[in-house]
């Protein structure tokens, strides 16, 4: 047996079933439809029946349906022997009814036991290498038992649910009686711990102190109490019978939760938290990407002056030979050395596009890095052509002249851009 603990609490709750619910319910149960994020689906095939049969629902349903019939037919026959004719016909068109009386919390209940999980983590200490009972196997025999005990045959279904966060049990009772008048009901005022919610906490209370579980917290008997005693000192106070009120605090009233609103809620949060993680991990995929943007721009700059020089030192090695081709073009070259013809313009005009892009969408400060590296470039081909027989140092100047104007052109535009903002002090 488990130790004794003060610390841990037996939970029982029970909530009104109606059933036209069964169906949800079993839905429900084989985790085949609906919310089953909840849940493990490792761990389904671990959940196991405990009472009645798997075809437990279907088999109250029919029962339903022939305690409608049967009733049907014992009212008919009553009013034929007493010869009530207008109550006869008039039952005649309602045709036969629902087999129990009009509530709110509907003819059936929907039990759920279980406790703390931290207490039933009490197996990792308490039990390793030991060889007895688990404490879910004392506590779903105990379970079993004062659910016989407390409904009889009334509870026909019960399972154990192990795939969700915390070990417990479902469990449904359909409480049938009989009438004197002969008619079957669904009455569950029947059952004492249905009748009175004190009275079912501390049967199961008692129940479970086998395996160490305490009776949960009498909150409603305190609710009672601390309302029958300001009713008392209210009246006292105003028949004059007490110069003061002597009023003591109400506990609020703790609201249980159905299981399917308690899911709802927590897919809410994990919906609202996957939301916000979604969110960030766009904002720090944005932030990359401009990263890498920023990175690809500079390595298209500095490709750009490579290029440029590359070319060059192309036109100084003859490896490149500027404007047409022909005889007298080409006296200081070697017929063993293979020359690629390409014209003064395409050489220089990449480099002019970039800078007059740069000139319309950049700052002053990156358009004057820009201009500097092409500036660089126009000097090494300038020194590079010194090298050059005369036709091709006469070719590359003519090719530079609108070069040079361009260059005149982009410095003073630089010029007349704005400075940057200094920085103040303190941002430096």
Not at 167 to 181: E, F, Q
Not at 391 to 406: D, H, Q, W
Not at 408 to 416: D, L, N, T, V
Request: a positive charge.
């Amino acid at each position: 047996m488990a130790k004794k603990s003060k610390k841990f609490r037996i939970a029982m709750r029970m909530e009104g079933m109606w059933p036209h619910q069964l169906a949800g319910y079993e839905s429900h149960r084989r985790r085949d439809g609906g919310d089953v994020g909840h849940s493990d689906p490792n761990k389904r095939l671990l959940n196991r029946l405990l009472i009645g049969e798997a075809d437990w629902a279907q088999t109250a349903w029919n029962e339903i349906a022939e305690m409608r019939s049967e009733n049907f037919l014992v009212q008919l026959e009553g009013l034929k022997k007493r010869r009530h004719k207008s109550d006869l016909q008039q039952l005649l068109r309602e045709g036969p009814k629902d087999p129990w009386r009009a509530s709110k919390h509907g003819p059936m209940r929907e039990v759920i036991l279980t406790a703390n999980k931290k207490w039933f983590a009490l197996d990792l200490q308490d039990f390793v290498g030991g060889s007895g009972p688990t404490l879910e196997q004392q506590f779903e025999e105990c379970a079993i038992g004062w659910l016989k005990h407390a409904f009889g045959d009334d509870c026909i279904h019960a399972r154990a649910d192990v795939d969700e966060e915390t070990y417990h049990i479902h469990a449904v009772v359909m409480p049938r009686t009989t009438l004197p008048c002969g008619k079957r009901m669904l009455q569950p005022s029947i059952h004492p711990v249905i009748a009175s919610y004190e009275k079912g906490q501390d049967d199961v209370g008692d129940w479970f102190k086998a395996v160490g579980l305490k009776r949960g917290k009498k909150r409603k008997r305190k609710l009672r109490k601390a309302l029958e005693h300001n009713r008392k000192a209210l009246e006292a106070y105003n028949a004059g019978e007490a110069d003061s009120l002597d009023l003591v605090e109400v506990p609020k009233k703790r609201r249980h939760v159905s299981p399917r609103v308690w899911r709802e809620k927590q897919e809410r949060r994990l919906a609202e938290r996957d939301l916000a993680q979604e969110t960030r991990e766009e904002q720090l995929e944005a932030k990359e990407a401009s990263v890498v943007t920023r990175e690809t721009h500079a390595d298209k700059k500095t490709a750009q002056a490579i290029a440029t020089l590359s070319v060059a030192r192309d036109v100084a090695k003859g490896r490149v030979v500027l404007g047409a081709r022909d005889a007298s073009n080409r006296e200081d070259e070697t017929a063993s050395t293979p020359a690629t013809q390409i014209p003064a313009q395409r050489l220089f005009g990449r480099a002019l596009d970039v800078l007059h892009k740069q000139a319309r969408s950049e700052a002053r400060a990156d358009l004057k890095d820009a201009f500097d590296e092409i500036r660089r470039a126009d000097d090494a081909i300038v020194e590079i052509a010194t090298g050059l027989g005369k036709s091709a140092r006469e070719r590359i100047a003519n090719a530079r002249k609108s070069l040079s104007r361009a260059i005149i052109g982009i410095s003073r535009k630089i010029s007349r851009l704005p400075d940057p903002p200094e920085k103040s002090s303190d941002q430096r």
